[in-house]
Structures are given as C-alpha cells and as structure tokens.
C-alpha cells in the first residue's frame, strides 16, 4: 500500500479514515527521553544495531474520532557523494496493535543497521480502517522537526545516568514540580550507564546553551538555569578515544525567581509634598519598608521614569536623602539592588543606594567622579577588624538622561557583577571566600553613602532623580537584569516609555524652539540659515541645522525617536547615487551614535504627465541606525524604496526608531508600517554628544545636511512596543 494524505485518499475513492497529523517526540529509545540529533554532522551515536524507535502519534486537530493509528519510521542510508536510499521501514505498535491519538508507540529495526553508515530516520502517523487493511500517512516530520540523524556503533559509550542534586528534581511523567529558581545553581552528577566502562568525561548543554566539557568519571557539577520554566539539560559520556555515545536527556522544572524584598515607585505623593513616605510595594517575603524623606533637599518630581502621571524622587546633592527605618536586605546573603538614575551633577561623586552598618560594612551602588564610571561597591572587614572595600565597575556616567544601574552579590560564588541598563560589565569581580558584610547592616539609604571613617557621616549626595528602585534577597540572572531594565507595565506588558523631549514647530518663529511640553525643558537651537517658519523648521541641506546640547537619551539603553519630515525632492534629486542625510540623531565624542537617515538609493525612469516624456526621478530610503566614517551603514532600511513621480509634491512622513538595548534590536517605522527590525547595539562612547537635526558628524567634522522640512521631534526613555508605535502614529 502506498500513503497517501486524506485528501489524495478520499480523492482516489480510499477509505474514509479520521485525518492524521505528524507525530511529536520522535527518536531513539537510547535515554530517558527520545533521542535525536537533526544535525548531520552531529549524529546521535546508539550502540544497538538494532535501535528502538518511538514517536507520538496524533490526528488533526478538530477531530472527535479517536482513530486507529500507527507510527511508520522511515530509515535511510547515506551514500556517496550526497544521496540516501532506503535502509528499513518500522511500523510501531506491530504486527497486530493500533493506537489511538496522542499515544507512545516503540518498536525495534529488524534487520542490524552496519557500523560506519551515516542514516537518518523520520516519522510520519498512519491512520487506519477499522479492519486495518487500508490507511492514510500524514506528512512526515522530516517537513516539521527535520530528520533524526545517527550512525551505530556497539563500542560507544552508553548513555550516562545522569542524578539531580538540591535543589532541582527530574520531571516525572505525571508531575513536574518547580524548585530553585534562574540564576540559582544546582547540583548534577553524571555517571556511566550500566555496564559501561572506559568513560573518562562528559559534555553538556541545557537549553541553547554552549556545550560544556567536564573530565573525570563520575563527575559533579553545579549549574544554574537562566531561566523560570522547564529546562532540558541534555548529558553525553566520552571515551579515551573522544567518541561520545547518545545523550542522556532530562527535565527539570525551574521555580519563578523570587519576588523583590523591596520596590519603590515614589509616585504616592505629588511636588512639594516632602512629608509623606514613599510606600514599599514589593511582594517578597519579609515586613515592608518605607522610606522617608528628609526634611530639606528631598522631593518628589513630576518627571517619573514611567512618564506621563509618574513621580520621582528628587534629590539636591547636598542634604536631600531618603531612608528606610532598619535593614531591607542582609548583604551577608546573596541579594541585589536596582535604580533608575537621572543625575544632573556628576562632577563629584554620587550615590544612588547604600545600606551600611555599624561596623563600616555594606554596600553602594553609585558612581565615582575620579574614574568616571558607574559602580557598585561591597564593604567587609577581617576577622581582625580592618576593612576591606571589592568594586564592580564599569565607564560611564553621563549627566540628564535615564540610566538603569543594578549590582548582585553572590555570596556562593564571591563575586560582584554590575549591570547597566540590563548589560553586565565585564566579567563579575571577585571577593575573597571569607569576603562578609555584617548582617545587622543598617537603613537602606537612597541618595547617599557613608563615609569609610569612624565617623561615618553622609557622604556622597545624589544630585539629579532617582525612581523605581528594587532589592532582591537573591542574586539577578542575566535574564533577570535584562526584564528588570525593560520596566513593563504590569497590565500591559509594554516597556514603560517617559518622554524626555517635544519640539512641535506649529506657530513657531525664530532661530530657537523650546520644549515646552514634556517638563525637561531643553532648547532646540538653529545654526547655518535654518529656520522656524511655515509651522515647520526649514532647512536648506547645505548648512541649515538646529541642534541641542546632548545626550538628551542614554544610547547605551533603550530609548524611542519619531520625527515628522518632509524631505525637499527637488534638492535631492540633484544629489548623486549613494547620499544619505541625516534628518535626526546624536552623536558620540567622534562619530555617529544612532540617527534617522534619508538615503537616494539610486533613480529610475517614470513619466511626466506634463511633457509625455520618461524622465529619471529619484528612489529613496529611510534608515535607522549608525553610520560609520567610511559610509558602512548597520540598522534598518526601509522595505520598499520610494519612487518619486514627476509633478508631484512629497507628503510629510512620520518616521519613527526605537532601539531595544535588552533585546539588541532597532525597529523602523513609517507611519503606521513596520519596515524592519535589526540586530542593533550601542557604539564605542554611545550617546556623549549633542542631538542634532538635520545634519550629522562624520569623519572628523559635520556632514550630510538634509534639505526638507521637519515639523516636530519627540525622544522617550524606553523603547516603544510595536502596538504602542503604530497606535501613536494612528492617533
């Protein structure tokens, strides 16, 4: 009998049998789970010539009819130079059973498969009559999950058992239950399966991970998953002479991470209001902890990190704090803080966060003027009393934009790692294994430290706003840095964005244009022959631009850009094949940081309805992203180039970039169309200089002048979800 689907099948007057769908966890019974390798050059290994088979049957979804199912594995042999022919067909339950949808079945190749031979195996559902005698095949998984691939070899390695220590368990088939959490490490042994001899190591991944060599038979190591969930944590046993054997797979459940112990908004007052406590909203275990505002210097602002409606604390950098009334974290334990930051004084050096006992030890998370560079520092003392001070740090700072800093403490492996805007810094830094706070450590203290003398006075103000500050009991995964820095909204699920400039040229006049609208009050300044007029700023692309001294967004971090333009096609098309101006962006110390880029991609002919004639008109592009010295372009580019016809005026266009520092992506936008997302991460001093409109600096001095018209330009802290972009340029 010949498959057929049931469409061919009821095509060709074949029986009328419930619609069969490609089987799931196809592959070799070699571990606990099914094995199977869909990279040729990485074959599964079996050591039985006669390997068995499984797979998981099913219909089509939709169907009521329980169905009488088979699997049919398909085994073919590699041959010289790239083709395959039939090696065996398996049919599993055989010779009699029939199955019924989402079923197990397992059955054994017949006939032993030869050692040395390249094969490969695929599985496809059979779905039959009730007498058997006639049935029809589903698609294989060759077309879905890919091809098994696996040679034999009996003096290979078996596969290893593989013991989960605490605080992990296996999934069972009936029960999977959660334990630990990301980031939180894990004990695993490895040994070789029964009877085996002659393994000297093994080698592992869990998930997508990098495979990990680890010699010595058996063997333990300590892992920890990055992520909540179920993990796959795949193991292989390797012999003296290299080759390894099947892997042994197994499950294990991963716990949420553990809620924070501490989390302050500061938005349950208004300006002006000094003596109500910013309430502590966390959901973790322990008491609450307010914290208080002092009584000069301390404030609330109505410039939050989550924008509009939001509330920060603003702090003067010379007697202004807040403070909690007793210890939030024991930094004797594992534990991590976060802040979002907003300085405006960094000439000297700042703290952000401290908690610091009465014996001197602690910790801060702040920057140092001497190095400029963000840091988070942990304070300790000897058992002979002197202190001893390990730093995390990393180049940085800069003054009037949104940063998000966070440090974790892990007080198992003794180091320090820094994370800025959800990146870690460099390799964690690390401590001595005897390196311990005193866990009676004090108040948590936000917007100062504590000096290193007896005395411990204040130290180190924070001049500028600090919001959204978290402290976990627990160390931060990198996958917990990344959510963290993203702050979503907890009922939509889309990174906060704050705006933190508006230029709207409409009814604007002059050679300046203040922003007036978003409450950071910076001024957008005209140079060359620009000017506000016709509700727009007019530029000519020969040295009109208007500028405004920056960074006004951290380019490190995530952040959004929209611009209303109009580009002036009569200027361009005089403009060679190949130019590029730059209606928006911001610039590093010597080069382009991220900007919105106009492009003449080339020209094409097109009809003049005026004359009857083919003329060349020019084909345009937007871009996103940074543009090196030598003209390399990396971000986005528009998906469909603009042809401009002849007799016709160009339309003002919304254009609109966000850049995704978590996920390392920017997004480009023309109105409500999404052109395009790219891999797209910060450059070398990202986001040192001035924003600019309308011209860029290139090579060693200012270039590619865009000529056209822009009516107005808006950045916000935060990238944009894609929803909340095409809804805002809807609106």
Not at 54 to 76: E, K, M, N, W
Not at 554 to 580: E, H, N, R
Not at 602 to 631: E, K, N
Request: a negative charge.
């Amino acid at each position: 009998m010949v498959p057929m689907s049931a469409a061919r099948a009821q095509a060709a007057g074949a029986p009328d049998v419930p619609e069969p769908a490609v089987p799931t966890a196809q592959g070799f019974v070699a571990s606990s789970s099914p094995a199977c390798s869909t990279d040729a050059s990485a074959p599964t290994a079996l050591g039985d010539p006669t390997p068995q088979l499984t797979a998981v049957v099913h219909l089509a979804a939709g169907s009521t009819d329980p169905g009488y199912l088979r699997a049919h594995f398909d085994i073919q042999a590699h041959q010289a130079p790239d083709t395959w022919t039939e090696a065996a067909g398996v049919l599993a339950p055989e010779p009699d059973g029939l199955v019924t949808d989402g079923q197990v079945v397992t059955n054994s190749v017949t006939d032993p498969l030869s050692e040395g031979t390249l094969y490969r195996m695929a599985a496809s559902t059979w779905s039959y009559t009730g007498n058997a005698d006639a049935y029809v095949a589903s698609p294989s998984t060759a077309s879905t999950s890919g091809w098994c691939y696996f040679t034999v070899d009996p003096t290979a390695p078996l596969a290893p058992k593989v013991t989960l220590g605490d605080p992990y368990t296996p999934c069972a088939a009936d029960a999977c239950a959660a334990h630990g959490g990301p980031g939180v490490p894990g004990s695993f042994t490895f040994a070789p399966g029964d009877g085996d001899t002659g393994v000297v190591g093994y080698e592992y991944q869990i998930e997508e991970g990098p495979m990990v060599q680890v010699p010595g038979s058996p063997a333990t190591v300590s892992i920890a998953p990055r992520a909540r969930g179920v993990s796959i944590l795949d193991v292989r046993a390797q012999d003296a002479t290299g080759r390894y054997g099947p892997a042994t797979e197994v499950d294990f459940n991963v716990a949420p991470s553990a809620a924070s112990i501490g989390l302050w908004h500061f938005d349950d007052g208004q300006p002006g209001d000094h003596s109500t406590p910013a309430a502590d909203t966390a959901s973790g275990t322990g008491g609450r902890h307010a914290a208080t505002l002092s009584g000069t210097g301390a404030d609330r602002t109505a410039l939050g990190r989550r924008g509009s409606g939001d509330e920060a604390l603003a702090l003067d950098g010379a007697t202004g704090d807040a403070e909690t009334d007793g210890r939030v974290v024991d930094p004797a334990a594992s534990f991590a803080v976060s802040a979002w930051v907003f300085p405006t004084d960094l000439t000297e050096d700042r703290t952000a966060l401290s908690q610091t006992g009465g014996d001197g030890s602690g910790f801060s998370l702040g920057y140092a003027a001497a190095d400029q560079a963000w840091q988070f520092s942990y304070t300790w003392n000897d058992a002979d009393g002197a202190g001893h001070v390990a730093r995390a740090e990393a180049p940085g700072g800069t003054e009037r934009v949104w940063t998000q800093l966070a440090g974790s403490y892990d007080s198992v492996a003794h180091t320090l790692t820094l994370y800025v805007n959800g990146q870690p810094q460099g390799s964690p830094t690390g401590l001595p294994a005897t390196a311990a706070a005193g866990s009676t450590s004090g108040d948590l203290e936000f917007g100062r430290g504590t000096t290193a003398d007896a005395a411990q006075s204040p130290s180190a103000y924070w001049h500028g706003y600090l919001d959204e500050v978290q402290v976990w009991q627990r160390t931060l995964s990198s996958d917990d840095a990344l959510q963290d820095a993203r702050l979503e909204d907890p009922d939509t699920g889309s990174p906060a964005v704050a705006n933190v400039a508006a230029w709207d040229a409409t009814s604007a006049s002059g050679t300046a244009l203040t922003d007036s609208t978003t409450g950071y009050g910076r001024t957008l300044t005209t140079e060359g022959g620009a000017r506000f007029g016709d509700d727009t700023l007019v530029l000519d692309g020969v040295d009109d631009a208007a500028g405004t001294p920056g960074p006004v967004v951290d380019g490190s971090g995530s952040f959004t850009v929209s611009v209303l333009v109009q580009p002036d096609m009569s200027a361009i098309a005089g403009k060679p094949d190949g130019w590029t101006g730059q209606v928006v962006g911001q610039r590093t110390a010597d080069g382009s940081d991220w900007g919105v880029w106009y492009r003449l991609a080339g020209r094409t002919d097109a009809y003049d309805p005026a004359t009857g004639d083919l003329v060349s008109v020019p084909v345009t592009q937007w871009l996103l992203g940074r543009m090196d010295d030598d003209g390399t372009f990396t971000g986005v580019t528009s998906q469909d180039a603009t042809v401009w016809s002849p007799g016709t005026e160009n339309d003002p266009v919304q254009v609109t970039g966000t850049f995704d520092a978590q996920a390392g992506t920017a997004s480009l936008f023309t109105g409500y169309s999404h052109e395009g997302t790219a891999d797209f991460g910060p450059g070398a001093g990202a986001g040192t200089g001035e924003l600019t409109v309308g011209k860029a600096y290139l090579d060693g001095g200012w270039g590619s002048f865009f000529p056209g018209r822009v009516t107005s330009v808006s950045l916000w802290a935060g990238a944009m979800s894609d929803n909340d972009v095409i809804l805002s340029n809807l609106g």
